[in-house]
């Protein structure tokens, strides 16, 4: 069974099941009461709503009445109620007992004491009434409209006592404004709290152990007026035994009570579903501090009690004018210490989705989500990783490159100012200030991209692929008000002329939903007659782009209807109140398949079929659903597709191989129209492809990381591009950071290949070394960044004794040759090429002349042992002292003799 759409059932509670007797039902008759005898449980192990039908016979049709169980667990006494067959103003009030012992309902003699009080007199039937078990094992009725009329009520209390069956009237000096569908709640202490409808400000306090009533006036803690007074609302004394929650219920409107709300002004009638708290001990009206979930909907009248001592499981009720057919559990919080008041307590109520998911508890009305412990934890392990990473790079640092913060700061001058020899100041100013202005705008658009891939938005890309044939949906049609008759007449496609399909079966297409599982809820349906059936097609049975083939199963299908017209005049009454819900789905993600266990659906989540459920309670599901009139033609154009949503995750941001999932998705398109009234098919719906075409729609992040590294790349070699073409440039270091690693073995590697390719040529080295020391003095040295080099007297001594023996026009020709060579050099090096492999070479020579004699006159200020790890990194090593280049240093066939094809000095 399901939660019915129900009102004014008596209710009790028995092993943590929730009965409800009777009542009235939107889906059988909303004016005369049932005989429904339903149990409702809370599985704790999986959450579900099972719902029992106890075993019973001849239970009574009442609406309004009252049930009680009695402390032995078996018996039930229901008190009272109304049925319009046993209704007058004579009627003795009515009692009935079931026992679970021997599954029968039997109706009980009433009797009186014969005592000064009543003088043997039995209460009147009455309906909308109290019956409240007292600690003492009797049940104390009190309240309730006097038969036949809707300005009177009942004011006394009346006793029952279950052992001997006898009433007892307690007159109550106390004149209410009514007693119409009062709360009542028994303490512990045997005082019985009845809550008025007309002045929230009062309760009357009936003591059982005394036999009298009185007025207890109540103070107000809620930080404003008094709760609304209501009548229909449901209460609760919570696991404290000392806290009354109440919820729920209606406004009373004028001076009578009027049974049926179509009777009172839609303005005037007004539903609650506010949570107030009354705390005994203080008598003080209090209010929650905090209600976490989805809210229930504003109801009164409903079937209600606490189930494990803190779910409030609410059944039923009725909304204004709408029925309710929901079941909802608001979790109550675990009794306060004896020594703690609930004027200082934080009281935390939670509407629940699902009993046994902690994650639905909490999020539906907070406005902000903070993360997660797990993302937490990664954070602030990062961070320490990060921190322990950067102490360890420093200490490291300051151990073994002293020079490392110099070579940082050289390098970042170097970035913004790198003035040329032989440039003007303006120019190299004007070249720096441009670096900082469009180095400023390329940070700015770097920060620019990196918020707009954060905050990118996603668009939706739609691939289209013609197909011949296509699928067909899942339709769910609801009969409302076809009089208990399914309006299923016909299913035709537009080859019903063939033979084929003439002998189709179509019955194997068509499921009943039964309501045991589920109901959908209609707001437009005024008589609750309501009767599902879901339409499926195999998926082998598709629609054709074109008819033209014996086995096509046509381009459309036609449902053909009927109204459950038998001809009458009353059934002719129901014939424009009739109407068929639709609804439709994708056969692939069909919730109503996994409701009834038709299928699996693996694409739908437990979560996704929970919020299914609440919406088709509340008539909120509006996507592809539609209701056909009575006597129209419809039509529904749909689309299958595939859209593959981008999965919440960070990946997802780099643009590359995002992860996505597939959601198959239906979209409908719906017109109706009224057709000819002289059709003996009441309606009429058609259902085609909107185009034959297999539909993917992919989502993809407006902005990426990938997408942002183009743009970013672009507006950097524009920046260059400018800068290049106003002050020129020159090529770039042949080395990169690889072969820039700041360590020793790297290094040396590099060096070891350089001599062994360079090394045979010796020195000078071009660009390092002027081409004669003579040629430049020390300042011009400094300037174009070279090493002064000083050669041996030996060496200088045979050298200067062969040229002095050469011809006066070979010296004019060799000194014009060392200026054009030297002025190459220079002009190279400054404007064209970058000098780091001379460099380099240099460096090689250094560190193979002091591993070979370290009491050598070639002495580096700079080396690569003692450089720094930043040093190595960005700056390019100067050699400024004076260094001594021996010619017998060299092998004899590489002298500087023999280089310039000198005859050899025999000696002196």
């Given at each position: 069974m ?9 209710t009790?509670?028995r092993d943590?099941v929730l009965?409800t ?5 939107q ?5 005369k009461?049932n005989?429904?005898f339903?149990?409702f449980?809370?599985n704790?192990?999986?959450?579900d ?14 609406a309004?009445g009252q ?7 078996d ?7 109304k049925n319009?067959d ?10 009935h007992?079931?026992?679970f ?5 039997q109706?009980l003699n009433v009797?009186a004491?014969?005592n000064?009080t009543?003088?043997g007199?039995?209460?009147?039937n009455?309906h ?7 600690p003492?094992?009797k049940v104390?009725?009190?309240g309730?409209?006097?038969?036949g009329?809707i300005t009177r009520?009942f ?7 279950p052992?001997?069956g006898r009433f ?5 000096d ?8 009062l709360t009542s709640?028994a303490?512990?202490d045997?005082k019985i709290?009845?809550?008025m409808?007309h002045e ?6 009936f ?5 009298v009533?009185?007025?207890q006036?109540?103070?107000?803690q809620?930080?404003?007026?008094f ?7 449901n ?6 035994n000392?806290?009354i929650y109440y919820?729920g219920g209606r ?6 009570y009027?049974?049926?709300?179509l009777?009172i ?6 539903a ?7 705390d005994t001990k ?8 905090e ?19 803190k779910?409030?499981?609410?059944v039923g009720?009725?909304?204004e004018?709408?029925?309710t057919?929901d079941?909802?559990?608001?979790e ?6 004896p ?8 009281i935390?109520?939670t509407w629940l ?15 902000s ?14 961070s320490?990783a990060g921190?322990m990473?950067?102490i360890i790079?420093l200490?490291?640092?300051?151990r ?5 913060p110099?070579?940082i ?14 440039e003007p100041l303006?120019t190299?100013?004007?070249h720096?200030?441009?670096?900082l202005?469009?180095?400023g ?7 620019y991209?990196?918020i707009?891939?954060?905050q ?5 890309v739609?691939?289209?692929?013609p ?5 067909l949906?899942?339709?769910r049609f609801?009969f409302d ?17 063939r ?11 068509w499921?009943?939903?039964s309501?045991?599982?589920?109901m959908?809820?209609y707001?437009s ?5 309501l009767?599902?059936w ?6 082998d049975f598709?629609?054709?782009y074109?008819a033209?083939?014996p086995?096509?199963n046509g381009?459309?299908l036609?449902f053909l209807?009927?109204s459950?017209?038998d ?7 129901y014939l424009n109140q009739s109407r ?7 056969p692939?993600?069909?919730?109503i398949?996994?409701?009834y266990?038709i299928?699996n659906?693996p694409n739908?989540?437990d979560?996704y079929?929970?919020q299914?459920l ?7 599901q ?14 529904i154009?749909y ?19 995002q992860i996505?999932?597939?959601t198959?998705?239906v979209?409908?398109s ?7 009234g002289s059709?003996?098919?009441r309606?009429?719906?058609?259902v085609?492809?909107?185009?034959f075409?297999?539909?993917v729609e992919e989502?993809q ?8 590294s183009?743009?970013?790349?672009g ?9 290049t ?5 020159r ?5 990169g950071w ?8 790297p290094?040396?590697s590099?060096?070891?290949?350089l001599?062994r390719?360079?090394g045979s040529?010796?020195?000078p080295?071009p660009?390092?070394?002027p081409?004669?020391?003579h040629?430049?003095n ?7 960044k070279?090493v002064?080099?000083?050669y041996?007297n030996?060496a200088?001594d045979?050298l200067?004794?062969?040229i002095r023996n050469?011809?006066e026009t ?9 200026k ?7 002009v190279?090096?400054?404007?064209y ?6 460099n380099?070479?240099h ?8 591993h ?6 070639l ?12 040093t ?5 090593r100067?050699?400024r002292?004076?260094?001594?280049v021996?010619?017998?240093?060299q092998?004899a ?5 023999l280089l ?5 000095k025999?000696?002196s």
């Amino acid at each position: 069974m399901r939660p019915f759409s129900q009102i004014g059932a008596a209710t009790f509670v028995r092993d943590n099941v929730l009965y409800t007797i009777g009542g009235l039902s939107q889906y059988y008759n909303t004016t005369k009461p049932n005989n429904h005898f339903v149990g409702f449980h809370l599985n704790q192990l999986n959450g579900d709503i099972e719902t029992d039908v106890p075993t019973s016979r001849d239970c009574p049709e009442l609406a309004y009445g009252q049930a009680v169980l009695l402390p032995d667990n078996d018996r039930v006494l229901l008190f009272g109620g109304k049925n319009e067959d046993l209704w007058d103003e004579n009627t003795t009030l009515l009692v009935h007992e079931y026992r679970f012992s021997t599954s029968m309902w039997q109706q009980l003699n009433v009797s009186a004491a014969n005592n000064a009080t009543n003088n043997g007199t039995v209460p009147r039937n009455t309906h909308r009434h109290t019956a409240t078990l007292a600690p003492n094992g009797k049940v104390y009725i009190y309240g309730g409209l006097v038969p036949g009329t809707i300005t009177r009520w009942f004011i006394h209390v009346w006793e029952y006592d279950p052992d001997t069956g006898r009433f007892t009237e307690f007159p109550i000096d106390y004149d209410p404004v009514g007693t119409v569908s009062l709360t009542s709640i028994a303490l512990q202490d045997g005082k019985i709290v009845y809550v008025m409808y007309h002045e929230w400000a009062e309760a009357l306090i009936f003591d059982t152990n005394r036999g009298v009533g009185y007025k207890q006036e109540l103070s107000n803690q809620t930080m404003g007026k008094f709760p609304d007074p209501r009548i229909g609302a449901n209460a609760i004394l919570a696991p404290d035994n000392s806290t009354i929650y109440y919820f729920g219920g209606r406004k009373r409107w004028g001076d009578t009570y009027n049974e049926d709300p179509l009777d009172i002004p839609q303005t005037k009638l007004v539903a609650f579903n506010k949570i107030d708290i009354l705390d005994t001990k203080t008598w003080a009206w209090l209010s929650p501090k905090e209600v976490r979930g989805e809210p229930a909907k504003a109801r009164y009248d409903a079937s209600a009690a606490l189930l494990y001592g803190k779910y409030w499981t609410f059944v039923g009720g009725i909304s204004e004018f709408l029925w309710t057919n929901d079941l909802n559990v608001l979790e109550i919080p675990e009794a306060n210490s004896p020594t703690s008041t609930l004027a200082n307590a934080s009281i935390t109520l939670t509407w629940l989705h699902n009993i046994t998911d902690p994650n639905l508890d909490e999020n539906e009305n907070h406005e902000s989500r903070g993360l997660g412990g797990g993302a937490i934890a990664g954070i602030v392990v990062g961070s320490l990783a990060g921190a322990m990473l950067v102490i360890i790079t420093l200490v490291w640092m300051m151990r073994h490159a002293n020079l490392g913060p110099l070579a940082i700061w050289e390098a970042l001058i170097s970035l913004i100012w790198d003035r040329r020899a032989g440039e003007p100041l303006w120019t190299a100013i004007l070249h720096s200030v441009s670096k900082l202005i469009l180095t400023g705008l390329f940070i700015a658009y770097c920060v620019y991209s990196i918020i707009q891939i954060v905050q990118s938005s996603e668009t939706t890309v739609t691939m289209s692929t013609p197909v011949n044939q296509v699928r067909l949906p899942d339709i769910r049609f609801c009969f409302d008000n076809f009089r208990h008759s399914e309006g299923i007449t016909n299913i035709q496609s537009d080859i019903v002329s063939r033979p084929d399909a003439d002998v189709m079966d179509w019955g194997g297409f068509w499921t009943n939903l039964s309501d045991h599982f589920h109901m959908p809820y209609y707001s437009s349906s005024s008589s609750g007659d309501l009767r599902c059936w879901m339409f499926t097609a195999p998926p082998d049975f598709k629609l054709d782009y074109e008819a033209n083939s014996p086995k096509s199963n046509g381009t459309r299908l036609r449902f053909l209807l009927a109204s459950g017209d038998d001809g009458t005049s009353q059934s002719n009454a129901y014939l424009n109140q009739s109407r068929v819900h639709i609804s439709v789905y994708h056969p692939d993600r069909n919730p109503i398949k996994v409701v009834y266990n038709i299928s699996n659906q693996p694409n739908l989540s437990d979560d996704y079929i929970q919020q299914w459920l609440r919406r088709e309670a509340s008539d909120q599901q509006t996507e592809n659903s539609y209701t056909m009139e009575f006597n129209t033609y419809s039509s529904i154009g749909y689309q299958l597709k595939n859209h593959r949503y981008l999965v919440d995750t960070p990946w997802n941001a780099v643009g590359f191989a995002q992860i996505r999932n597939n959601t198959p998705e239906v979209e409908t398109s719906f017109r109706t129209s009224i057709q000819d009234g002289s059709m003996m098919i009441r309606n009429v719906l058609d259902v085609y492809p909107a185009s034959f075409a297999e539909i993917v729609e992919e989502d993809q992040r407006v902005d990426t990381l990938m997408s942002a590294s183009g743009l970013i790349g672009g507006m950097l070699s524009l920046f260059t591009f400018i800068l290049t073409t106003l002050y020129g440039a020159r090529p770039t270091s042949m080395y990169g950071w690889i072969m820039k690693l700041p360590f020793n073995k790297p290094t040396r590697s590099i060096e070891r290949n350089l001599l062994r390719s360079f090394g045979s040529l010796g020195q000078p080295i071009p660009f390092v070394h002027p081409v004669d020391p003579h040629v430049l003095n020390p300042r011009q040295l400094q300037e174009h960044k070279l090493v002064e080099t000083a050669y041996s007297n030996t060496a200088t001594d045979d050298l200067h004794a062969k040229i002095r023996n050469m011809e006066e026009t070979h010296q004019r020709e060799m000194a014009a040759l060392l200026k054009r060579l030297q002025l190459m050099e220079l002009v190279f090096k400054s404007y064209y090429i970058d000098d780091e492999v001379f460099n380099r070479l240099h460096d090689a020579h250094c560190a193979e002349q002091d591993h070979q004699n370290s009491s050598g006159t070639l002495t580096p200020t700079t080396t690569a042992d003692n450089d720094g790890i930043f040093t190595r990194l960005f700056r390019r090593r100067r050699y400024r002292a004076t260094q001594n280049v021996s010619d017998e240093e060299q092998p004899a066939h590489n002298s500087a003799a023999l280089l310039l094809d000198l005859p050899e000095k025999n000696g002196s």
